[in-house]
């Protein structure tokens, strides 16, 4: 416990400029509050405890505005900045490395049965805001933008961005610019572009003639 408990706090302060003292992340950071609490609900949920694991999570999402169900496995050093209006639900799979920031949702679509929730691979980031819904997988070293709502399958190593959101960047492949959470690509401005330059070549095409 107390292994893991020195893993998360080294995750944060590797993660996070702001964080400058082992103290105060350990007391005044809420998503590492968030992840300790929701490790011991998951505990007693694993052994059938069900109601002591919904009020260890209630009570971690009433200090810390970050709401997790008891069942969500979580892997190691999943760092969750900020948080505020963070939501992951019940049947959510979340890898090693995982980073994600303030307003993000980890959801269903109300259409599922079963397994309702995505499955996050290992190293992957999600902006501030974006909302994954439905019971696919974010693949392993992938980015999503901040406000993108991501509702289709991602493969491994790609960058995502839009509503609803869509691939630009994968395998190293650059398809437009890369995501730095500031200075990411407009899916939709691209396709306008595009279109206008098709135009212009049409428009030439009949001024020959």
Known sequence: MFKRLREDIACVKANDPAATSTLQVLFLYPGLKAVRMHRRANFFYRHKFY?????????????????????????????IDHGTGVVIGETCEIGDDVTI?????????????????????????IGAGAKVLGPFKVGDNSKIAA?????SEIPENSTAVGIPARVVRLNGEKHLCDLDQIHFPDPLAQKICELEHKIKKLEEKLGDK
């Open 147 to 151: 406000g993108a709502v991501v509702l």
């Open 101 to 125: 920031y303030q307003g993000v949702t980890l959801g269903g679509t109300g259409k599922d049965k079963g397994k309702r929730h995505p499955t996050i691979g290992n190293n992957v980031m």
């Open 51 to 79: 109601f002591l694991a919904r009020w260890i999570s209630q009570r971690a999402a009433k200090k810390t505005n970050i709401e997790i169900h008891p069942a969500v496995k979580i892997g190691r050093r999943f760092f």
